[in-house]
T-cell receptor, first 112, second 113 residues
């Protein structure tokens, strides 16, 4: 039973399109994260949030933006998709302190 | 900057053989975590180690945290095909990100039946 939900699971979209990847969690976690990952490879942090109205850029430069208007919701938006954005995007959340992350199932994005 | 390194990057074993992946941090860690990602899946939290020299077991998996709290290992005894996947270690980031995790690059395990 997933406590963190990502939609869509798969997305194929044309170059130049605007897309929003959805992430919602029902655990009341304050901290949320977006990672970009090629299958089975290194996790790259692209955005994170510590709570409502808090957003920060991660280690990997990204052309995406995020928002955190509600605790449970942390969508990621690409204003103009490019083939280089083809990847898997993973959303995760955690409580404050040194505790494990809960990851969503991911969105596999293909830009053609 | 702070780094978490994992070796090996890839490991191919015959079913029934043992497997070990090693994680080394450039800084002393308050804790270390391990995750498993099955092919096509997402990382799943396995365990957190906190104490110096701590050893924890989960069935065939043995996790160890070094005495200096700068290294850790995951050992799988008698691998099975269900063990296939990428294993990541992660430690707290003591830079400017208020305790985000820094993940190692992972060790990808394949098991030949």
């Amino acid at each position: 039973e997933a406590d963190i939900y990502q939609t869509p699971r798969y997305l194929v979209i044309g170059t130049g399109k605007k897309i929003t990847l959805e992430c919602s969690q029902t655990m009341g976690h304050d901290k949320m994260y977006w990672y970009q990952q090629d299958p089975g490879m290194e996790l790259h942090l692209i955005h994170y949030s510590y709570g409502v109205n808090s957003t920060e850029k991660g280690d990997l430069s990204s052309e995406s933006t995020v928002s955190r208007i509600r605790t449970e919701h942390f969508p990621l938006t690409l204003e103009s998709a490019r083939p280089s954005h083809t990847s898997q995007y993973l959303c995760a959340s955690s409580v404050w302190g040194n505790y494990g992350y809960t990851f969503g199932s991911g969105t596999r994005l293909t830009v053609v | 900057g702070q780094q978490v390194m994992q070796i090996p990057q890839y490991q191919h074993v015959q079913e029934g053989e043992d497997f070990t992946t090693y994680c080394n941090s450039s800084t002393t860690l308050s804790n270390i975590q391990w995750y498993k990602q099955r092919p096509g899946g997402h990382p799943v939290f396995l365990i957190q180690l906190v104490k110096s020299g701590e050893v924890k077991k989960q069935k065939r998996l043995t996790f160890q945290f070094g005495e200096a709290k700068k290294n850790s290992s995951l050992h799988i005894t008698a691998t099975q095909t269900t063990d296939v996947g990428t294993y990541f270690c992660a430690g707290p980031d003591y830079g400017g990100s208020q305790g985000n995790l820094i993940f190692g690059k992972g060790t990808k395990l394949s098991v030949k039946p």
